[in-house]
């Protein structure tokens, strides 16, 4: 039987996330950047242990993609694809696997079917899928910490302030008026964090803009930090790539709200206008609804059911909402498959320049794919009902990659020099999980054995 295959030259339409999608952090500089940002609010504003701005290089190891926070008591999850925990920590402190048993027996974890629904804003729980996210994280952890040394506590409630300190650094307004800490510093140096196109991506964007797709832009930044970060990016002249640019997008709610919940805004030197009652032509545009973008897709490709594919780092903002609540084709960028070691040539298998991990020469320092506290980000093996074996199980992050998204890549520079007619096979109900990762699996899913591949 033929493995279904999925092509970007059957689709009309290509859309694109900007942050950690076209556009490329230096992960160690923002990382710290964006904890800096949180912390110094927590101690200058909310009077929190001054303890919380020093941080160890040893500390960033915490950082790990597809953590849940537990807000009620503290614990950080690491999941398996059946809601079982795998992993745990009290704040920073690692739970042992007796700590786990007690706390969670090998039952499914009490809110992991609301989660598994995509909820992942609750007031009980925080999921971290993107590095924007994953320094909270490790504040939140250290906070935790922190509170303990003066009084252990079963509940905590210093997530109010957490959102605050957010609200401080990235409301719409800050980038303007210079507020926070992030944007002034990004605005002073974005050398320092963000990094330059590669030629590759910006000869395959406009290969595909020549080839008559549709581009778009849909970002939940706002339209001035934007600005500065594509102008960096992909050059002065970047909107000519872009037939329309969505900003202050509020993802999730782009793909999931009613057009009357989230009307597109025109935009005025930065500032948000009046409400559009519907979208008629292409633009540049604030907020808005993908039924609304849907409907001018159609006038502009002259079909009834145009084919989108959507390109973004963020498994719940950008890929299962893309994928569930508009039908859309989706690419994940997984930076974690970079770091794999199957991505990573050795000394005695080296292999053509041309196919080695492309960004592997554009950034040196990267925040670790493999956490010595949370293991593989794809897998992690759990103890038999004597403990004397050991199981390989899929992590519900390596599940929600294979259910959710259509291929995943660990850059976009993996795939711009394929010419745009490339088949990858795809991922689908019928195929293994490993089907849909472009260059090659992970070898931790590939090394745990065809019984777990065919799962």
């Known amino acids: 039987m033929a493995r279904p295959s999925f092509s970007l030259a059957a689709c009309e339409v290509i859309g694109f996330d900007l942050d950690h999608t076209l556009c490329r952090y230096h992960l160690v500089e923002s990382a710290r950047l964006i904890y800096d940002s949180f912390a110094q609010y927590m101690v200058k504003e909310k009077g929190y242990d001054k303890e919380l701005l020093n941080v160890s290089h040893e500390s960033w190891d915490f950082c790990f993609k597809g953590l849940v926070l537990d807000m009620e008591d503290g614990n950080f999850l690491k999941l398996a694809e059946d809601g079982t925990v795998l992993r745990a920590s009290h704040g920073t402190k690692q739970m042992t696997s007796e700590e786990i048993l007690h706390t969670y027996g090998r039952k499914e974890w009490r809110h992991f079917k609301t989660m598994s629904g995509m909820v992942s804003r609750s007031a009980k729980y925080y999921a971290y899928d993107n590095y924007f996210d994953l320094p909270g994280a490790l504040l939140c952890a250290r906070i935790i910490d922190g509170l303990n040394k003066h009084s252990p506590r079963r509940k905590y409630d210093f997530w109010k302030d957490m959102v605050a300190a957010i609200q401080h650094n990235y409301k719409t307004s800050a980038f303007k008026e210079n507020g926070g800490t992030y944007f002034p510093e990004v605005k002073r140096n974005p050398g320092k964090y963000i990094q330059c196109c590669p030629d590759p991506v910006k000869k395959w964007l406009r290969r595909l803009k020549d080839s008559g797709k549709i581009l778009l832009l849909i970002t939940s930044s706002h339209s001035d930090y934007c600005r500065l970060l594509c102008e960096h990016t992909l050059g002065n002249d970047f909107e000519d790539l872009f037939d329309i640019i969505i ?78 609540y508009s039908n859309w084709e989706t690419v994940l960028i997984l930076e974690e498959l970079q770091g794999d070691p199957a991505m990573v040539p050795t000394e005695t298998e080296s292999e053509p320049l041309e196919k080695k991990g492309k960004y592997e020469g554009h950034h040196p320092k990267a925040l670790p794919s493999v956490s010595k506290q949370w293991g593989s980000f794809f897998v992690d093996t759990i103890s038999g009902k004597e403990d004397t074996e050991e199981t390989l199980v899929t992590t519900w992050s390596c599940k929600c990659v294979s259910a959710y998204s259509t291929i995943t890549i660990p850059s976009i520079e993996a795939i711009a020099d394929l010419p745009l007619d490339y088949r990858f096979t795809r991922f689908s109900s019928n195929t293994s999980i490993t089907a849909g990762y472009y260059p090659k699996p992970p070898r931790s899913l590939l090394s745990s054995g065809e019984l777990m591949a065919t799962k």
């Open 247 to 324: 900003t202050n997008a509020l993802k999730p709610g782009f793909f999931s709200q009613p057009p009357d919940q989230r009307p597109f805004r025109t935009l005025e030197n930065d500032e948000e206008q009046e409400a559009l009652l519907s979208l008629d032509k292409p633009g540049w545009y604030s907020q808005g609804n993908a039924t609304h973008l849907y409907e001018l897709l159609k006038k502009m490709t002259g079909k009834l059911e145009p084919k989108v594919v959507y390109f973004g780092d963020s498994m719940h903002s950008d890929i299962f909402s893309a994928h569930h």
